[in-house]
């Protein structure tokens, strides 16, 4: 990238995760996710969190770190895993209890390639959500070994998914379990408790509104948030910034730049074609 290329904000929703393109960032936020952050040029990131710091030009965070990112001014990309993603656990449970880890920028220069591509406008759609998804597992593999999820939890995250009010006795009946017992599975699992997974879910839901231009209460009802205020807490909690941002319908830095590519079935064939 050279220093008369520009990055305009963007943000795509691939479905169990999410990825933004800023010219610049500075935030300090707690996410429910787990975050991958790529610097575009040779200017290396910063990132503090528990009294510590990190630079690197590919980083990873784990979830519900309180984290203070700072781009120096330069362009980034940031790639959040949901709760979701098939590997959300590798990064939530990654063997050291660091909050933050460097990566491998030179071994993993697809990964920065395609964040380069997202953050041009030459890579979106179907083609975006699977070279994210194939890359994002090569930088999983090089954390931990995958380690599927026990069944009883995925089932009971598809209940939250479609419920997020469930709580942990109705959550654990419904696969022979105790409340307990179904607390446990979920952080041994996931590596998170069953109500951080129930509002990382109503963020998702909420996030299909994005530039729809309907009301914060309407989102909030549709999304299974308590009201509107409960939305703007949680989002600038996570995103540091008034939720009013993302879902205006005609906003001067998100117009016409989110990727919607939520959702939509992948073969990840695609990606080379």
Known sequence: MTSGDTVEPRLGLLGDSFIYASAALRSRVCRHS?????????????????GQQWR???IAIRPFSWRAIDSGG??????????????????????????????????FA?????????????????????????????????????????????????ALRLDPSLDLTALGAAVGLSAAQASRGFVR??????????LAAKIQRAAMFFGSGRAL?????ASGFTDSA????????CYGDCPSRYFAQHDGSLDGRVDHA????????????
């Open 262 to 273: 939520w959702r939509q079935r992948v073969s990840l064939s695609e990606t080379f074609n």
């Open 34 to 50: 787990a975050t991958l952050a790529c610097a575009l040029t040779p200017q290396p990131l910063s990132i503090s969190a528990d």
């Open 110 to 158: 697809g990964l920065r390639d395609c964040a380069r591509a997202f953050a041009h406008r030459t890579l979106s759609g179907r083609r975006l959500q699977a070279s994210v998804q194939l890359l994002v597992g090569s930088v999983a593999d090089s954390v931990a070994p995958h380690r599927p999820l026990e069944v009883r939890v995925r089932q009971m995250m598809a």
């Open 56 to 58: 690197g030009h590919l």
């Open 189 to 198: 699992s996931l590596g998170i408790t069953a109500r951080q997974y129930a």
């Open 230 to 237: 409960h939305l703007a807490k949680v989002w600038m909690r």
């Open 217 to 221: 209460t309407s989102i909030a009802q």
């Open 74 to 107: 330069q362009p980034v990309v940031l790639i959040d895993l949901e709760p979701t993603h098939p590997r959300y656990n590798t990064f939530s449970h990654w063997p050291d209890r660091a909050p933050v880890r460097v990566l491998d920028a030179h071994g």
